[in-house]
């Protein structure tokens, strides 16, 4: 049962579970326990399973290891202490895992000293009191004569006694020396070394601290998973960021296979704020003979003060260039820097965070040189750890990051966090914002820098809903195959087991509860080899599966070889060098390549370039002096705006909508803005501004009024869909819309999506009422499976699922495979996983994690439900010029096109072209 | 309908071979059999289709052009550089078992990846050799991946080769469709025509993206004339005028 911890416990109840040497260096080192530490010590202590959800900086970390330690400290005084890992510690960052170390050792470390001192005075109290016994002793024996035997005996005893408590002879308790504690800790990932691992698998630490990855090769590692029997305490720190992708999903599995082994161990989960919280605990814990194990949850307060503003770079955005926004915008945020000690800027993108390094040294050189560094993540490991640590020695003024320096490593003294453009969500907000004040106690600054009007409102709900702690909810990914596949090649590795039991594990972890046994058993026909004939079985069978027995097991000598070098689930990213001639200039996404036709221009590092040809995974372009791109900027690596803050975004609209029907006084609408959102003068004027316009000029849109504004453009007609429920969701709605579309007229249609809404575009008639008739919640999924299959995203994220479920092996034989060669050798496999049956398991993942992960299927149901239940109002509305709302629809939409055509019938119809052409000359 | 420029007035496209009807001579080329087992080899779980698919293709072909005198391949029948793995071995052997009952002669050009192709060029109606001429019509046909010195090469007027994997990518807005193509040129005066690949697991290498490797063809290629194969042969005229 998932339970929530109201009651919290007092200083007094807490120091008296503790050991005395903990509890002195709790005392000594803090006034008191944090808030989520008085909930959660006593539970943990207990051996509750137990998640923590609080803020950076709140004594997360001790809230989990305060219960270990103290019962490592009393097992290491009582001598009970064995060589085996009691605790471990999980956490998706690398970078976090050494911090961590750091942050254990130094309590450690110094209750050694306390422990060394006390053994000290009780060793120097022992001799003292046993020279007080000999000097009685002998002052007797000097009288003994009139000394009685009863009582020269007694003395005897009580010296004995005295020497018997550590069953030492008193000339041996004389030598006596203090022992230590040693409690070990290692961290083990990655980068741990062939002699660390040796010294590791002697002297084994009770504290292990390592990610999910390095988790599932000790556990396939034969001597060393032994470590792991009776272990007591499993910690997943960042659970947040584990939780809604699939390295969660592979580490639940890791966590049952672990609990196997040790299967009173006690999950602790330490999280961020996010939402729903109970839907972590569910993760975190997993389930038991098909019920949900046991989990406390502690909701912490925020103790510190939430300082929040959404400020703009100009009053408002009315009649300005972007050049004009871009002057405002660096003169405001080097004002921002000069206030503050230490600021850390957030962008959307890496590209961005480079972009305003550069600007920022251009326009202000006396303010910034070396004081400035950008942090993301395609920069150097070096860089990164350089800057880390240059900003806790206080030696930068600024930093900006993208999203790598979001989770928790320690990063020093930050007194302003500034978010560039929206963060999409308010939890990542939240976690963005978090980074400042990382001490108790103090307060946590941020702004939010709006660089259009859109923007602000969406910056405007978002701070509302930060403020009243209005957390967007994130989603588990449900049943992700090829993370089974790798898995279950783990376990069939690790000893010939029945297939029905791995079952069984499978489904205690959370994400694979809702397993069919029909797909689990697809995944083990798969890994057997059994969609190729049998004289081929042997070259792609991974396991063997004897359906008499039901036994599965490993095949072949390489399989641990090939299982250890190939575990994770982060695909690599592919990204494509662009060159002039052998100069290098930077790289651009994979799929922007794929966008690309000769003569494109487009923005690279501030620069135009002209795309010449492509050669593997290098670009050839040459400089296009100021010229104008014609490929819009790509957002692959844009946030998509969460479905719950974009609903309340709606709700926004619809407020002030309603308001300007009831033709209520500019000074009312002015006063609700002001109440509902927290925002300042410029921004409630601004608001009220683009509210009115859209209003006059068209209608509003708002979560219960879908707006879709037709216009037409030459011979183009647009139907732009006002749907405000985040990309994920508008990704779903707008490609079912442009499938039904294309069948309709038989042709392509053009799509452009945001989180705002979507833009579907032709060259004839557009027949909306009947495409939105075809369209039903009921369908959609169907609808979907179809709109997608040609599409460059399923073929991308085949090739993950690929990798993942080690069709394709990215490393082999001391090889390993570049993203684009992975790419190249996906491509081949697809179309002829397709011909085996259409319907491969790994195909079929590659579906729903397009659909479930990447869009929003399940909440662009509800919309349609909504449509069909007429809780959402569809109203069909003609314009001349697109509405203020469908401006930025059109600028920033993400272009791509439903292809309806099938490839011959393209060929004929641009043959048909070419022979006119040919004729006519 | 079919009265769409001809690639030459002796010989026709069928598929992805080239006919020459009074001659009863097919030239296919790049089969590349036993590229799935390469992949495996690099970890790269790929299910076998090659062979099957080219021998369908080939049997359509065959229904048209009825019995050959010859069917000459311009190179790499199989994949693998340097040795023959056993899946090439067994496949090769089918392949030109079943192309001798369709032919009364197979001429093997020696592709790069032919190196070690002796044991099976023992095969009794084989012929395995650097390049073949045909002496009356003045056609030298070569695999393509290095320009020999020879006396045929002064004679011949065509020269007809494989080796580079001819594709186009069409493009329309942001519409993107990769097809295998034959392309006919000039190289020193001469004919130049390259056939695409037999081989169905790739498109090939698109000549108007990529540098490319044959020597024949580091030159410009705008005036390239391109001829597409699909369910027919499309005739697209020159590159320089489709591709803009």
Known sequence: ?921 | MNKEKKILSNAEIIDLSLFFPKEKILVITDLHLGYEEALIKQGTFLPRFNLKDSINKLKKIFAKTKKLNKIIILGDLKHEFGFISEQEWREVIQMLSFLSENSKEIILLKGNHDNILGPIAKWKNLTLEDFFFLEKQKILFLHGDKILSLKEFQKAKTLIIGHEHPAVTLTEETKKEKFKCFIKGKYKKKDLIVLPSFNTTTEGTDITQKKLLSPFLKQNLGNFEVWITADKTYFFGKIKDFHS
């Open chain 1, 1 to 921: 049962m998932i339970s929530f911890q109201k009651e919290k416990y007092s200083e007094k109840q807490i120091h008296s579970m503790l050991n005395p040497l903990l509890s002195e260096w709790f005392k000594e080192k803090f006034d008191s326990f944090t808030e989520p530490q008085k909930y959660s010590i006593p539970n943990i202590h207990n051996k509750q399973n137990t998640l923590v959800s609080a803020v950076t900086g709140s004594g997360k970390t001790l809230s989990a290891f305060t219960a270990v330690l103290n019962e490592l400290i009393n097992l290491s005084e009582n001598n009970q202490l064995e060589n085996k890992v009691y605790a471990v510690y999980i956490s998706p960052l690398r970078a976090l895992n050494n911090d961590i170390k750091r942050n254990l050792l130094e309590p450690l470390n110094e209750i050694e000293k306390k422990f060394e001192l006390k053994q000290k005075q009780e060793i120097a109290e022992t001799k003292k009191e046993i020279n007080k016994l000999k000097k009685e002793l002998k002052e007797l024996e000097k009288n003994k004569k009139q000394l009685k035997n009863k009582e020269k005996e007694s003395i005897k005893n009580k010296i004995k006694e005295k020497e018997l408590v550590s069953g030492k002879t008193l000339s041996q308790k004389q030598k006596l020396k203090p022992k230590k504690l040693d409690i070990r800790i290692g961290v083990r990932t990655g980068d741990t070394t062939q002699s660390e691992r040796a010294l590791m698998a002697r002297k084994v630490p009770h504290i292990l601290i390592t990610t999910p990855e390095s988790l599932a090769i000790m556990l396939n590692a034969p001597k060393f998973r032994e470590n792991f029997r009776e272990s007591q305490w499993l910690i997943i720190d960042e659970i947040h960021a584990l939780a809604n992708n699939k390295r969660g999903s592979h580490l639940s599995i890791s966590m049952e296979r672990l609990q196997k082994l040790s299967p009173k161990i006690t999950r602790i989960g330490l999280s961020a704020t996010i939402a729903p919280i109970k839907e972590i605990a569910r993760f975190l814990v997993g389930l038991e003979k098909g019920k949900t194990r046991n989990c406390r949850i502690i909701e912490a307060k925020l103790e510190k003060k939430l300082n929040l503003k959404v400020l703009s770079p100009l009053p408002n955005f009315i009649d300005v260039t972007q050049e004009q926004v871009q002057e405002k915008l660096y003169e405001l945020l080097d004002k921002l820097i000069q206030d503050h000690k230490t600021t850390l800027i957030f962008t959307n993108t890496r590209s961005a965070t480079e972009r305003i390094v550069h600007h920022l040294k251009e326009k202000f050189p006396k303010n910034y040189s070396a004081n400035i560094d950008a942090h993301h993540s395609s920069l150097s490991r070096t860089h990164r750890l350089n800057t880390e640590e240059r900003l806790k020695k206080g030696e930068l003024k600024v930093v900006v990051s993208s999203t790598s320096l979001e989770l928790g490593i320690d990063i020093g003294f930050i007194d302003l966090v500034v978010l560039l453009g929206s963060p999409k969500s308010v939890a990542r907000a939240l976690q963005r914002v978090g980074r400042s004040g990382h001490k108790l106690h103090d307060e946590i600054k941020g702004r939010l820098i709006v660089m259009d009007r859109d923007d602000l409102i969406e910056c405007s709900v978002l701070l509302k809903n930060a403020v009243e702690h209005k957390i967007d909810r994130i989603q588990v990914p449900k049943n992700p195959l090829d993370v089974l596949s790798q898995q279950i090649y783990g376990i069939a590795i690790e000893e010939s087991q029945k297939v029905e039991e791995v079952y069984q594990l499978i489904i205690q972890a959370y994400p694979f509860s809702s397993l069919k046994r029909s797909s689990f058993y697809e995944i083990i026909d798969y890994l057997s080899g059994k969609f190729t004939s049998l004289e081929n079985r042997h070259v792609y069978a991974k396991i063997w599966f004897d359906e008499e027995t039901g036994f599965i097991g490993k095949r072949g000598k390489m399989a641990r070889i090939i299982y250890m070098t190939n575990i994770g689930t982060i695909p690599d990213e592919a990204r494509v060098t662009v060159k002039i001639k052998e100069h290098k200039i930077g790289s651009i996404d994979e799929g922007f390549l794929e966008r690309l036709k000769r003569g494109d221009v487009f923005i690279l590092g501030g620069q135009s370039y002209e795309f010449r040809y492509a050669q593997g995974m290098t670009a050839q372009v040459i400089t296009a002096y100021q010229r104008p791109p014609t490929v819009p900027s790509w957002f692959s690596e844009m946030l998509p705006l969460s479905f719950d803050l974009a609903l309340d975004i709606g709700k926004f609209r619809e407020l002030i909508g309603q308001k300007f029907k009831l033709k209520k006084p500019e000074k009312e609408i002015k006063n609700l803005i002001r109440k509902y959102v927290y925002v300042e003068e410029n921004a409630v004027n601004a608001i009220y501004e683009y509210f009115k316009e859209q209003f006059l000029f068209l209608e509003m849109p708002s979560q219960k009024k879908l707006l879709i504004e037709v216009f037409s453009e030459g011979n183009m007609r647009h139907a732009i869909f006002h749907s405000l429920y985040g990309r994920r969701v508008n990704d779903a709605l707008s490609r079912a819309y442009a499938f039904a579309l294309s069948k309709l007229i038989h042709k392509d249609v053009e799509l452009s999506i945001t989180d705002n809404g979507f833009v579907l575009s032709v060259n004839t008639k557009l027949p909306l009422d009947k495409m939105l008739k075809s369209v039903t919640s009921s369908e959609l999924k169907k609808i979907l499976v179809f709109a997608i299959e040609k599409t460059e995203v399923l073929n991308r994220r085949f090739r993950h699922c690929a990798v993942r479920s080690l069709m394709i092996l990215r490393s082999y034989k001391g090889r390993t495979k570049t993203a684009g060669r992975q790419q190249m050798a996906s491509r081949l496999l697809i179309s002829a996983v397709r011909r085996i049956d259409n319907n491969f398991p790994i195909l079929n993942e590659a579906r729903r994690e397009v659909l479930e992960d990447l869009m929003d299927i399940e909440n662009a149901e509800k919309v349609l439900q909504g449509i069909e239940s007429g809780l959402i109002e569809t109203k069909i509305i003609f314009s001349d010029i697109p509405s203020p709302f469908a401006f930025n629809l059109f600028l920033q939409g993400r272009m791509d096109v439903m292809k309806m055509e099938d490839k011959i019938q393209f060929l004929k119809r641009l043959h048909e072209q070419i022979q006119e052409r040919i004729k006519s000359k």
